[in-house]
């Protein structure tokens, strides 16, 4: 029910340019918690500082997140209850248990009560959660979160990643110039334009849905993390423009450019990132382009419909007045990458939050699958948790895969 109308509200935002649609969503609903969440540490202060505890209720309340467990029998109970799945060194023993070393304590013994109370599902955890005193519990979570996080064996720093795209990027200046602007004939033109059809693109030559030679080998060896950032960066650059076009006459082609506004924009400046921005864009590149529409070698019924039986004159014209544009001056829009994510994320993953209203997981270098099981369970509503699950609300399946790979493959901050 929630997730369709968030995913309704969603495609009523898409239109907006600029931000995608969820992290629009995303911010709003983050603003909300956040504001509420600090309420609520201010009642806690002074609660906290109003009344004292009383001594039964320490007893109920056994995995109060300020337990202080005792390590070292934490660690006897741990080879023998936990270390199985979990080891002993705190390493989940396959993808989609979750690693435990240097987790926070109060964070273990709130997951625990979690299972306990059936508010998380998981068969054996309610079972052995049953099975431990709250004394035990906190013995064990002090025992492993005094353990130092494992660092993940590919972990790269932030630096390298943004070096590893320039260096991707040159890859790339052969055939499409320094930054994007490509000076060949047939070449296109990437600087300044949209990111999401960038990245779309990227994704059609890879899986073969849209067929080039050259690029069929460029996009072999791409991961989308690594077409995310290309498209991120060539979409920050500044177009050029290409130059007077070799033929067809841009006057002729105004008028034939009337239908092609409504999508591509007047100008071809296009406001939906989904529809590439044409101004600016290389002569005959916009003529080989249309003509591969309208003969289904480039396969899109939208394009096909609109360009099918036009006359090789009138392609030439309508290209012509397209390259003679302007190129975008306005900043296109980008693609949501992991960063772009992980930035929000850390407003409350970040080593720092210490709220005492929200205990919040330490989630960098875990398991890639756990992480990835984690927020779609929030998101549909199978871990009870108000705050991730409103977070992980506007997140898509795709969103979460690549999200889950950049914390799981980050090193202990
Ligand atoms: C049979 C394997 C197994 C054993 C034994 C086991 N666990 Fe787990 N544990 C898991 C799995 C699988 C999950 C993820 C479950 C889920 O949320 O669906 C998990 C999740 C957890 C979590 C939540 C971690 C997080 O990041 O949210 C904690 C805390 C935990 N286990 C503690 C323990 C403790 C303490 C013991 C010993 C008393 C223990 N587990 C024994 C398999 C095991
Ligand atoms: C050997 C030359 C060559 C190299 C190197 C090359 N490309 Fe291309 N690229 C092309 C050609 C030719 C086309 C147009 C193909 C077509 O008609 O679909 C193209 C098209 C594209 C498009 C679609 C643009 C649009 O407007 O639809 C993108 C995006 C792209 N390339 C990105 C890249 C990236 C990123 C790299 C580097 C990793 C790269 N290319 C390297 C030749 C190359
Ligand atoms: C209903 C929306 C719509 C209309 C109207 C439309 N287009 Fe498109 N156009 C698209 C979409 C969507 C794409 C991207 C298709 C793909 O993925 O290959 C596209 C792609 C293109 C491209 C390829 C750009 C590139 O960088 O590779 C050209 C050229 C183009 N259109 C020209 C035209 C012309 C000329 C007209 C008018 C005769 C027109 N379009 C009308 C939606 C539209
Ligand atoms: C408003 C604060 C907040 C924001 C923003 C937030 N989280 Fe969380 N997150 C939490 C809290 C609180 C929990 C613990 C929930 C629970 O008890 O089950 C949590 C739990 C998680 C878990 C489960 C970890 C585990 O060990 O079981 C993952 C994974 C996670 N968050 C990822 C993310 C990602 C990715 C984002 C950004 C897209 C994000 N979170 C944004 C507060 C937040």
Redesign the pocket.
């Known amino acids: 029910m929630c997730t369709q109308f968030y995913r309704r509200l969603g495609r009523l935002a898409r239109m907006r340019p600029g931000k995608p649609w969820n992290a629009h969503l995303?911010d709003l609903?983050?603003e909300l918690?956040?504001t509420r969440?600090s309420l609520s540490a201010l009642l806690l202060a002074l609660a906290l500082g109003a009344c004292s505890k009383a001594p039964d209720q320490a007893q109920t309340e056994a995995a109060a997140p300020d337990a202080q467990g005792d390590s070292a029998a934490g660690k006897v109970l741990a080879e023998a209850k936990c270390a199985s799945c979990h080891g002993l060194d705190g390493r989940g023993s396959t993808g989609d248990i979750?690693h435990l070393a240097g987790?926070k304590a109060a964070?273990m013994e709130?997951?625990m009560q979690?299972y306990i109370n059936g508010?998380?599902a998981h068969a054996a955890l309610q079972q052995l959660g049953k099975e431990l005193t709250g004394k035990e519990l906190a013995d064990i979570a002090a025992y492993y979160a005094g353990l130092p996080r494992i660092v993940p064996a590919g972990a790269a720093s932030a630096a390298e990643a943004a070096s590893k795209i320039q260096q991707t990027a040159a890859t790339c200046t052969a055939c499409h110039g320094v930054d994007g602007n490509a000076t060949m004939a047939g070449y296109p033109t990437l600087a300044g334009q949209h990111a999401p059809y960038l990245l779309a693109s990227l994704q059609a030559y890879k899986s073969g849905t849209r067929k080039d030679a050259s690029m069929a080998g460029q996009v072999a060896r791409l991961d989308t993390p690594a077409m995310e950032a290309l498209a991120n960066y060539y979409s920050s650059q500044t177009a050029q423009g290409r130059g007077q076009p070799t033929g067809g006459d841009p006057v002729a082609g105004e008028p034939l450019s009337g239908k092609c506004g409504a999508c591509h924009g007047g100008k071809g400046h296009s406001s939906n990132p989904d529809y590439p921005n044409l101004a600016g864009q290389d002569y005959a590149y916009l003529v080989k382009a249309i003509k591969a529409y309208a003969d289904g070698s480039r396969d899109n019924a939208v394009m096909k419909s609109m360009v099918a039986g036009m006359k090789d004159q009138d392609i030439q014209h309508v290209a012509a007045f397209y390259a003679v544009q302007p190129p975008n001056a306005d900043v296109a829009a980008k693609v949501m990458s992991a960063k772009d994510?992980?930035d929000?994320?850390?407003?409350?993953?970040s080593a720092k939050?210490d709220n005492p209203a929200?205990?919040?997981?330490?989630?960098e270098g875990?398991q890639a699958a756990?992480?990835?099981y984690?927020?779609k369970a929030?998101r549909d509503g199978k871990?009870?948790?108000s705050?991730?699950h409103?977070?992980?609300m506007p997140?898509t399946d795709a969103?979460?895969s690549v999200?889950?790979d950049y914390?799981a493959n980050m090193a202990p901050r």
């Not at 929200?358 to 989630?363: A, D, K, N, R, T």
Request: hydrophobic share 50%.
């Open positions: 995303f609903t983050m918690i956040m969440l979750p987790q964070y709130h997951a979690e508010k998380r994510w992980a929000r994320c850390d407003k409350c993953h939050n929200m205990v919040v997981p330490v989630i875990q756990y992480i990835e984690a927020l929030y871990r009870e948790q705050a991730m409103a977070m992980g997140l969103d979460i999200i889950a914390y």
